[in-house]
């Protein structure tokens, strides 16, 4: 037998699959009926096509240590950004006026801030390359697929290393480790290595003093 969509060959555990596999049943979603009307953006429409044209054309242009021209451009949009902040030209930022960035944080190549909520991110943190911090999500028990936001908060000292997925509405503890690509869909506590898909705390961070 093979499969409708592949043409290769099912395997027997995907004959004998308990559940059923119907790519073609009828969907029970309706996207037509998707509605975002309630949600607040926080600036006017101009303000967010301004933002979305410096971001897309003076954002990365500006040279790689060009670190305090960075934050005074997401400054003048709104967003916090303290002393010593270090953000590479091909962050991105949805909405800087829902972002907040401790002094002396690093922002990795790649990052993303989907800010459609809140982001809080402590003093001395490290958000590494290509990690996606994501405030939106979607109510699949609804059919019109309604939108969901929820802040995220970064502790003081956290290291967040590459690739990593932090969901919407999570605390991560201050001094906290991240591993590499990670899947964040829960709080993580202070100062603990964490790790996995989906992330677990794993065992004490020690710093020295």
Not at 43 to 49: A, E, H, K, M, S
Not at 158 to 165: G, N, R
Request: with cysteine.
């Amino acid at each position: 037998m093979t499969s409708p969509i592949s043409n290769y060959p099912l395997s027997e555990a995907d004959e004998s699959a308990p559940l059923p596999i119907a790519p073609y049943a009828p969907a029970q979603v309706d996207l037509r009926q998707y509605d975002q009307t309630g949600f607040d953006r926080g600036r006017p429409g101009w303000q967010i096509l301004l933002w979305w044209l410096v971001q897309s054309i003076a954002f990365p242009l500006t040279p790689h240590f060009a670190n305090s021209t960075r934050a005074a451009l997401l400054r003048g949009f709104g967003a916090q950004v303290g002393q010593g902040v270090i953000i590479r030209p091909t962050a991105r930022f949805t909405y800087p006026w829902k972002v907040s960035l401790g002094d002396h944080s690093w922002i990795g190549d790649n990052v993303v801030l989907y800010s459609l909520d809140r982001i809080e991110i402590g003093q001395h943190c490290v958000i590494s390359q290509k990690s996606y911090l994501c405030t939106g999500s979607h109510d699949i028990q609804d059919p019109a697929f309604g939108l969901k936001t929820a802040p995220i908060v970064i502790g003081n000292g956290v290291w967040v290393a590459s690739d990593c997925l932090i969901a919407a509405g999570v605390t991560i503890g201050a001094n906290a480790v991240i591993g590499a690509r990670s899947l964040v869909t829960h709080n993580m506590p202070n100062q603990q290595v964490c790790w996995g898909s989906p992330c677990r705390p794993q065992y004490l961070r020690k710093i020295q003093t």
